[in-house]
C-alpha cells in the first residue's frame, strides 16, 4: 500500500478546507440529497462527498457506508486530489499497488473507485464526490459528467455556505457596532447635558439680572447663546432617541384603538391647541407595536405643525388594511417641502435649511428615525409634497398578530 502524498500546496489548501467550518459537522440534506442521487445515475452501493483534513478523510455526505471518517494515509481520495485529471478511475483496485493490503479494499471491499475533486473558487482542492462498488467495473461517459457536475454542485454549496457565513460574521460586526454607538450615544447625551443645562440656566439668569442695564446688542448675544444651547440640546436629544429606537420593537403588539390613538398624539403635539385633526379608520382591527407606531407619528405630526406658516394646521390622519399590512397617510397644509430635498430627507442629518415657524432649523435626525422604525416594522415610507401647499406621508407596516 502507497499512502497519499501531501500536495505542495497543503498548507494553503487545508486552510480553505477549514475555511467552510464544514468539518465534524451533522449531516445535511442538501449534501445527501446528492450523494443519494449520484449513486441511483451511477449504480453504485457507495457514494461519498469527502473533504481531506489533516490526518483524516471527513465524509460530509456517506451513502452507504456507516462512518463518516477514515484515516487519510489509506483514502482513495488523497490519491484522486493530486492527479491532473476531471476524474480519478479505479476500475479494481486489487490491481493497484498503491491498494494492496488498503483496508479498505480487505475489510470493506472497495473494488471499484471514482472521484471527481471538488475544486474552490481559488483552485483548491477541498475533496472529491466520489463512488464505489465491490465488483470491478466502469462508469459511461454520461456517468461521468453528472459525476463531474454534481461536484460542481457540491461546490456551490460550500460557496454559499461560506458566502452566509461572512454574511453572518458581518451581521455581528454591525450588531457590535451598533451597540458601541448606542452606548456612545448615551455616554456623550449624559456627559453633555448637564453642563448644557448650565449653560442654559446661567444664560437665562444672566438675562433676567441685566435685562435693564445691558444693552440691545448684549441681549442679543445672549439671545443667541440660548438658542444654540437649545439647538444642541435637542441634536443631543434626537442622536440618543434614534440610537434607542430600536428598544421600541421589543415592546409586545397590542389591539390599539385608532381613534384613542389618534386622542393621544393630539394632546402630545398640539400644545397651542390650533391644529384642526381629522382621521379615517379602515381597518377592521388595528394590531401592532403601539410605542413604535406612536413615535412615527408623533415625529410626523410634529414636523406638520412646525413647518406650517398657516393662519390654521389641518391634518389628516388616515388608516387602511391590506391582506399582510396596514397602510398610514397624514396628510397636512404645511409650507411643504422643496422638490430639492425630496429625496434626502429621510437620511440621518440631512437637514432643509429652512427653520420651522419658531426659528429653529431641525437636526436631520427626527425622519431618519422615523424611516428606521418603519422598515423594522416591516414597511416603508414615501413623500410627496407641493410647495407652499401641503405634505403627504405615506408609509406601511406588517400586520402583526396578537398571541
Known amino acids: ?239 440618543l432617541k434614534f440610537y434607542k429606537s430600536d428598544d421600541l420593537l421589543h415592546h409586545k403588539q397590542e389591539k390599539i384603538d385608532f381613534e384613542d390613538l389618534v386622542q393621544e398624539i393630539r394632546k402630545i403635539t398640539d400644545t397651542d391647541h390650533h391644529v384642526i385633526f381629522n382621521f379615517q379608520n379602515n381597518t377592521e382591527q388595528l394590531i401592532t407595536n403601539k410605542a413604535a407606531l406612536m413615535q412615527i407619528l408623533i415625529n410626523l405630526v410634529t414636523n406638520s405643525i412646525k413647518y406650517n406658516s398657516k393662519p390654521e394646521t389641518r391634518i389628516e390622519i388616515i388608516v387602511s388594511e391590506y391582506n399582510s399590512f396596514y397602510e398610514f397617510t397624514v396628510k397636512d397644509n404645511s409650507d411643504g417641502i422643496p422638490k430639492e430635498h425630496l429625496d434626502k430627507i429621510f437620511e440621518l442629518f440631512s437637514v432643509v435649511e429652512a427653520a420651522d415657524k419658531y426659528g429653529n432649523v431641525g437636526t436631520g435626525i427626527g425622519l431618519a428615525m422615523v424611516k428606521k422604525i418603519v422598515e423594522n416594522l416591516g414597511g416603508k415610507i414615501a413623500v410627496s409634497s407641493i410647495e407652499g401647499e401641503e405634505s403627504i406621508f405615506t408609509f406601511s407596516i406588517a400586520k402583526a398578530i396578537l398571541l
Do not use: W
Open 1 to 239: 500500500m502507497k499512502p497519499p502524498e501531501y500536495p505542495f500546496n497543503e498548507k494553503q489548501r487545508q486552510a480553505a478546507v477549514e475555511k467552510y467550518q464544514l468539518l465534524d459537522t451533522l449531516p445535511e440534506d442538501n449534501y445527501d440529497d446528492i450523494t443519494s442521487i449520484v449513486s441511483y445515475i451511477c449504480d453504485v452501493p457507495i457514494s461519498l462527498i469527502t473533504l481531506l483534513d489533516k490526518e483524516r478523510n471527513f465524509l460530509k455526505s456517506h451513502h452507504g457506508v456507516p462512518f463518516s471518517e477514515s484515516p487519510r494515509e489509506i483514502s482513495f481520495c488523497g490519491h484522486a486530489i493530486n492527479s491532473d485529471e476531471p476524474i480519478t478511475i479505479i476500475k479494481d483496485s486489487r490491481k493497484d499497488e498503491r491498494f494492496i493490503d488498503n483496508p479498505l479494499v480487505k475489510d470493506h471491499q472497495a473494488i471499484f473507485y471514482a472521484g471527481a475533486p471538488l475544486i474552490d473558487s481559488d483552485g483548491f482542492k477541498l475533496g472529491t464526490l466520489c463512488v464505489y462498488d465491490v465488483k470491478p467495473r466502469e462508469l459511461t461517459e454520461k456517468q461521468k459528467e453528472v459525476l463531474v457536475s454534481m461536484a460542481k454542485q457540491v461546490v456551490n454549496l460550500f460557496e454559499q455556505r461560506y458566502q452566509n457565513l461572512k454574511l453572518l460574521q458581518f451581521q455581528d460586526t454591525l450588531k457590535k457596532r451598533n451597540e458601541d454607538l448606542k452606548k456612545f450615544a448615551g455616554i456623550v447625551s449624559h456627559d453633555l447635558k448637564s453642563p448644557l443645562a448650565n449653560i442654559i440656566s446661567l444664560t437665562e439668569l444672566l438675562e433676567d439680572d441685566n435685562k435693564d442695564t445691558l444693552d440691545e446688542e448684549s441681549l442679543q448675544y445672549l439671545e443667541y447663546l440660548k438658542t444654540s444651547s437649545y439647538s444642541l440640546k435637542d441634536y443631543i436629544d434626537g442622536i
